[in-house]
């Protein structure tokens, strides 16, 4: 659906993004980094509104750049807000579905259709200026999928957003994907975007770190040990037998907690695949087990500090 080549966008003398090379194809994929990684460039780009300075970007295989064909199966909610508070909310997304084509005898429907899919039916006929940000970012969600598109953008969604909004326009996103859209997602907030997706570009100073699902990331990161955190009751005996699996080159005990032991391996795998036989034959009582390695947070911060 999504392709970039090379692609690099400069402002002047500043990197936007440079040589970006990646292919977006199914489901949903999050386009992870700090603010100023060149996310919001990127997208940009893929919706049609800045051409790249070298380089190609292709949606549905042809150029976004200016182009009706590509517009019109595409739809964006973008980060910065250009709503119009003396509106409704239906009055809005109106405007918006009729710009994009919609048939006149087809638009009233279809307006209550999605304004009802993104939880905002009681307030619709409200102005938008009363809108909360949470219901400002749902009502762009609406306007952005109007016109039923293949491919929905959303730079930033989550950003502002209490913990029950985050939740409630996450499971919106999830059930858009599961209806068949292609979804491109932006974030600097790592951890809030696990829930949604593992399959993620990473992205830092206008360049493209990895791409492809965590796990898969993180398991070339070769030069980094893998972490596991495990709580047993007999900690320090369940340590010494895991020390004796070849791959497992320590464990360690805070002083504070000497019911809790963190491992280290260079072969998770193994590790994972072994362990339930260590814990059985030698009876230990496991109350708690997870790694610190296993979260975006901790690739992203190996993948820059390689």
Excluded at 11 to 38: E, F, H, K, M, R
Excluded at 43 to 67: D, I, Y
């Amino acid at each position: 659906m999504i392709e970039l080549k090379n692609a690099s966008r400069w402002y002047g003398q500043v990197i936007g993004i440079n040589d970006v090379t990646c292919t977006v194809s199914s489901g949903i994929t999050a386009l992870l980094g700090p603010n100023g990684a060149g996310k919001s460039t990127l997208m940009k780009m893929v919706t049609g509104q800045l051409k790249p300075t070298t380089g190609s970007v292709t949606v549905f295989g042809e150029r976004p750049f200016a182009n009706p064909s590509v517009l019109r199966r595409l739809g964006y909610c973008p980060e910065n807000e250009q709503l119009y508070d003396d509106m409704t909310g239906t009055e809005f997304v109106t405007m918006l579905g009729a710009m994009a084509g919609i048939s006149s005898e087809r638009l009233k429907s279809r307006v209550g259709e999605v304004i009802e899919l993104v939880g905002m039916s009681h307030a619709s006929r409200r102005k938008i200026g009363g809108y909360s940000k949470g219901m400002r970012q749902r009502i762009k969600i609406a306007q952005g999928i109007i016109h039923d598109p293949k491919v929905f953008i959303l730079d930033e969604p989550l950003n502002g957003l209490d913990p029950v909004g985050r939740r409630e326009v996450g499971a919106l996103i999830l059930s858009l994907a599961a209806k068949g859209v292609v979804v491109l997602l932006s974030s600097h907030i790592l951890h809030e975007v696990e829930s949604l997706t593992s399959n993620i570009l990473l992205m830092y100073r206008g360049r493209l770190l990895a791409q492809g699902s965590i796990r898969d990331i993180r398991s070339h990161i070769d030069k980094h040990p893998h972490r596991i955190t495990i709580r047993c009751a007999d900690a320090r005996p369940l340590a010494k037998k895991l020390l004796d699996m070849p791959y497992v080159l320590s464990a360690k005990f805070d002083k504070m907690e000497a019911s809790e032991v963190e491992v280290e391996t260079r072969a998770p795998d193994q590790f994972y695949s072994h362990f339930p036989e260590v814990v059985a034959e030698g009876g230990f009582l496991v109350t708690g087990f997870d790694s610190p390695d296993n979260n975006l947070e901790s690739v992203f911060k190996y993948l820059v500090t390689k």
